[in-house]
């Protein structure tokens, strides 16, 4: 999910800078958001005085207060990329896995290029790293070669801009967590998930709470995080019934094969049924009946 602050600035022709930062990555429940904060570089110092810092340095308050400030700054344009706890799974969990570190790289690539989209003249761009700073700006670089990238560890302690971003960032979670509907409507559900890091007791608690063992946690759990496999320990195993396959793939009429999922929601396909679902053999009845095969061009 996308979301911005919505007109574009008279000021977007003039050069620009950037701040870029992200709140969320290490929670078990909820989204990823990626937040960034952009002005005019002749804007810069008078921004410096808006008294941005670390998000994680301010209470919720505070940055609510300033959230709204920066909104109302006529000086200043805003976007976030909110990441949900689906999204982060199903790519950590695919065949071809897109590690945490990618699908970050990749939401603040994006939100530079909807700056660029939208007539904004970036020039700086500041960013708190992921991985290595140095290989991150390069390959920042690389993609935008007119933009000068700064990437360095603790940016948002560092740059205003960035502190800035870190507000936005940080409050966009906060509110979707606040304001999160349950698409679950299991009885005795309920909202004290605490701060939705992996070592807060009351997070455990919840997850604890809400673990089902057939059809695992609720979709406001990351279930590729490696938290959940051990609230699944005693998961019911379940049995994936396909039609049986030669191994060179061409459809068998002989029987059933059975495939193995454990813990179902949480950890991802063993190794054989994984190749089978992914490559379209094994496929049941219902599609073989109706001759119905995968395309991919039309």
């Known amino acids: 999910m996308e979301a911005e602050s919505v007109v574009v600035p008279k000021w977007g022709c003039e050069p620009c800078i950037m701040g870029i930062d992200e709140a969320g990555r290490g929670p078990v429940l909820g989204p990823m958001v990626y937040g960034c904060l952009y002005c005019p570089v002749s804007y810069e110092k008078t921004m410096a005085s808006l008294n941005f810092a670390d998000s994680k340095t301010l209470k919720e308050e505070k940055r609510e207060e300033l959230f709204e400030n920066l909104k109302a700054d006529e000086s200043i344009g805003w976007a976030v990329d909110v990441i949900d706890s689906r999204e982060l799974s199903a ?62 560890k603790k940016a948002d302690s560092l740059y205003p801009v960035v502190s800035g971003a870190s507000i936005v960032a940080k409050v966009t979670r906060d509110r979707a967590l606040r304001n999160w509907v349950f698409d679950e409507s299991a009885e005795n559900m309920h909202r004290n998930f605490g701060s939705g890091y992996p070592g807060d007791p009351e997070t455990k608690n919840w997850l604890e709470h809400h673990k089902h063992t057939v059809f695992g946690f609720p979709t406001l759990v990351r279930f590729s995080w490696g938290t959940c496999k051990s609230y699944f320990k005693d998961g019911i195993e379940v049995l994936w019934e396909s039609d049986a396959t030669d191994e060179d793939g061409s459809s068998g009429k002989t029987g059933k094969k059975q495939l193995k999922l454990s813990s179902v929601g949480f950890t991802s396909m063993k190794k054989r049924s994984e190749e089978i679902e992914s490559s379209g053999k094994g496929r049941c009845k219902f599609f073989q009946a109706r001759k119905l095969e995968q395309l991919s061009k039309f």
């Open 91 to 152: 790519k950590m969990l695919k065949k071809n896995k897109i590690n945490l570190n990618e699908i970050s790289h990749n939401s603040a690539i994006g939100l530079v290029k909807r700056a660029l989209n939208t007539g904004i003249l970036l020039t700086e761009v500041y960013v708190d790293t992921v991985g290595d700073p140095e290989k991150y700006r390069t390959k920042l670089s690389d993609i935008f070669p007119s933009i000068k990238f700064v990437v360095a």
